[in-house]
């Protein structure tokens, strides 16, 4: 069966580190998306790419990057880690253009900067 | 600013119908209503979206106002695993901002034995 997988599920880090979150999907949605959450908030976009080689600012990008090499993946780097960056980051694909359509979250990973 | 209007919680027993209000008196013509829900520490999850009419599927039933300005989330009959947070999202059809959701706070609904 196609899923949306991410990797790793939980993770520890030390401030100033880099970090890249992995994402994958294997049903050819053009559309990915990151999402931090926090405790007191709904999710917030950080990035998102409409396909391969484009990538767009979300509501609270400042310190996250992405790149869109292929369909299936959309990395996260955190350039150098934040404590403000502890949270459970979640990626999410769709497949069309518009509004009707539903997107399909991965099953998040937790993120610890120390 | 806020979309949607949510009661932060809700209960509801266990084998009844749990109807979830959405307050969303701002909507424009172009906009979705869309219902996600998330589960204890999992991704949110899909259930319904509609534009005007009312929308039924396996999982819930959507109805909206005729004027658009509000609308109910029911679960007919609803066991301990719909326990979660449900969110009311309003989505533009089309155009650039049409891939993105925009969540809030959502209602956390607890579902009682």
């Known amino acids: 069966d196609a899923e949306i997988t991410q990797s790793p599920r939980h993770k520890i880090t030390e401030t100033g580190r880099q970090v890249t979150l992995a994402c994958h999907q294997t049903?050819?949605?053009?559309?990915m998306f990151w999402y931090r959450q926090d405790l007191g908030h709904g999710l917030r976009l950080i990035h998102y790419?409409?396909?391969?080689?484009?990538?767009n600012k979300g509501e609270v990008s400042d310190g996250y990057s992405v790149s869109r090499s292929n369909t299936e993946d959309l990395p996260l780097t955190l350039e150098s880690a934040a404590s403000s960056q502890t949270s459970v980051y979640f990626c999410?694909?769709?497949?069309?253009?518009?509004?009707?359509?539903?997107?399909?979250f991965g099953p998040g990973t937790r993120l610890t900067v120390l | 600013d806020a979309k949607t209007t949510q009661p932060p919680s809700m209960d509801c027993a266990e084998g009844r119908a749990a109807n979830l209000p959405c307050n969303h008196s701002?909507?424009?013509?172009?906009?979705?209503v869309y219902w996600y829900r998330q589960i204890h520490s999992q991704g949110p999850q899909y259930i319904i979206h509609?534009?005007?009419n009312n929308e039924t599927n396996e999982m819930a039933s959507l109805i909206i106002t005729e004027d658009r300005k509000s609308s109910t989330l029911i679960l007919p009959h609803a066991t301990l695993r719909d326990t979660a947070v449900y969110y009311c999202?309003?989505?533009?059809?089309?155009?650039?901002?049409?891939?993105?959701?925009?969540f809030g706070k959502g209602t956390k609904l607890s579902v009682i034995p």
């Open positions: 999202i309003v989505r533009v059809f089309g155009g650039a901002g049409s891939y993105q959701l925009t």
């Open positions: 790419s409409y396909g391969v080689q484009d990538t």
């Open positions: 509609g534009l005007k």
């Open positions: 999410a694909s769709s497949l069309l253009a518009g509004g009707n359509n539903e997107q399909f």
């Open positions: 701002t909507i424009s013509g172009n906009e979705y």
């Open positions: 049903w050819n949605h053009n559309n």
